[in-house]
């Protein structure tokens, strides 16, 4: 039974990793072509509209089809994915090195700075983080750098609830108290010791972070909230708009953003049981 569960978790793993680098290689191959091909790097391509080619059914010329602007949806669709990409990566990156700071200091802080923080983390973890992203993009403003702070406020409160119970665990271990005993300071045991133990977790977490980043983006860009015209979320908007006269945008940006979702998701899921040092052996 044990050596079954071991392989299911090898092929969710490598699943994972195929479908990811695919997306990956679109993504190289589209930067390539509009900054080095069709474009520069000072004035990138961008998809152009043409309304002479208005919600064109896919063809040759046209593989997925146009949009209501006359533009290639393949290209469209090709710009969004570095925009969702990027700002992914960005958000995740930010939040979890925040999370890590603040879930440290609410694990072995002391005073105020301890309860503000533990506090905080807890006030923003139990709201909906839709309902804040809303919020702040409503004050913020709509743009590409709203929008990242959003995530980022919404984003931090889990990394740091998974860097507190790790902090936790690695700082009650016996040698821990024994570094601490001979005079250890706190940085470099955070660094030498608490932050390589809870790197692994965080690491699967940062991989589900970054699912969970798309999807809150394009969930946003649905509602009109999106930081790019180009957002997923804001072309899945605009195809229900011609659901009837052209289903084709609603069912391929659903299935290419599912895809993208389940390949992290079983990317990270692969990760944890390779790489989680909780992991039973």
Partial sequence: MKEHTNRKLNKELKIGLFLISLFVIWAIAWT??????????????????????ELLSPSSLFPLGTDIYGRSLLEVISEGLIYSLTLAIIVSFIAAAIGIIIGYITAEGRG????????STNLIFIFPSILIAIMVMSVVGQSMSGLIVTMIFTGWPSYAKVARGEAQRVLSLSYVESARAVGVSETRLFLKTVLPSILPVLIVNFVLGISGVIVSEATLG??????????????LSMGKTVLLEAPYIVVFLSVILGTLIIGLNLLGDGLRDFIDPRKSS
């Fill in 32 to 53: 390539v072509y509009s900054n080095f091909i069709a474009g520069s790097i000072s004035s990138p391509y961008l998809p152009i509209a043409t309304i002479s080619n």
């Fill in 112 to 119: 105020f700075l301890k309860y503000f923080c533990d506090l």
């Fill in 222 to 235: 649905f509602l009109g909230l999106g930081g790019s015209e180009y957002s997923w979320g804001n072309l």
